[in-house]
């Protein structure tokens, strides 16, 4: 079983930790993209290097930052043009993530992704050292699903699910994941004052049934549901996963300092890898 620890000390004794920042965390209010919180997540993860740590970054916001720049396709629910709008997007988005960690002296590596390069051997061992090159020589990887060519056939639909695949691909020791909440309540805390949040969760069936999914954020395709399922694929292979409020100010080092909240999903015993 894993070793239970504080959250501070959860994140402090990790060396390879996979971070998902979700598309309402990197929007604002207005769904424009936002440029201040970039550039002090990128700050923050410097930090976490400067200390010995590898970071690999799960980013959303490819159609955020598309809005960003070309407003006039708000409208447009066509696919075609939503897969227009994404790849328009994903450039603007890493070069936001570029010019923010640029600030730090590091630099960065995009891979978009689908469904197949997971089911494949070849692809998947090519995905690992292509991880493993870029993490030794001190580059952020930052990973996004290929919005601009997948259909539903070969979709992984969200990006909860992705960081959960990348930690285990990596074997990573956590996953973060930065949403629009501060974790998993007891119930609605929007509509119900009394729902309390759930600091750690060891069955992740028994909570499921227990509490609401809720819907999906404006601009992400995630919901509690997708979290959920990302928990139950890492803990299944001995990674913890924390899941807290990206949006709180300098949230990843208040994590860290064990000042933050979240809820942390137990892993049992790992599978073979």
């Not at 407003?71 to 070069?95: F, K, N, P, T």
Request: glycine fraction near 10%; charged fraction near 20%.
């Amino acid at each position: 079983m894993s070793e239970r620890k504080p959250m501070g000390a959860l994140i402090n004794g990790a060396r390879k930790i996979v971070i998902k920042i979700g598309s309402n965390t990197l929007a604002k209010s207005d769904g424009i993209i936002n440029g201040v919180f970039m550039d002090d997540f990128a700050a923050q993860v410097a930090g976490l290097m400067a200390t010995g740590k590898q970071i690999v970054l799960v980013s959303s916001g490819a159609q955020v930052a598309g809005l960003s720049t070309l407003d006039r396709w708000s409208r447009r629910r066509d696919i075609h043009y939503r897969q227009a709008l994404c790849a328009i997007g994903q450039v603007e988005l890493m070069g936001r993530w570029r010019s923010s960690f640029r600030r730090k002296g590091i630099h960065i590596g995009q891979l978009l992704l689908t469904k197949e390069d997971f089911a494949d051997d070849l692809r998947t061992l090519n995905m690992r050292n292509t991880l493993f090159t870029l993490l030794d020589e001190g580059v952020v990887p930052i990973i996004n699903e290929n919005d601009s060519v997948t259909v539903d056939e070969i979709r992984i639909g969200d990006n909860d699910n992705l960081s959960a695949l990348t930690a285990i691909l990596w074997n990573a020791e956590l996953l973060i994941l930065f949403s629009d909440i501060d974790g998993v309540y007891t119930g609605n805390p929007k509509t119900d004052p009394a729902a309390a949040l759930i600091p750690s969760v060891e069955d992740i069936g028994a909570l499921r049934s227990a509490i609401s999914m809720g819907e999906t954020n404006p601009f992400g395709s995630g919901g509690m549901a997708t979290k959920l399922e990302a928990a139950e694929k890492v803990t299944g292979y001995g990674i913890p996963l924390l899941l807290a409020n990206g949006g709180t100010p300098r949230a990843l080092s208040a994590l860290m300092e064990g000042s933050g909240r979240g809820t942390i999903f137990w892993p049992g015993i790992p599978r073979p890898l």
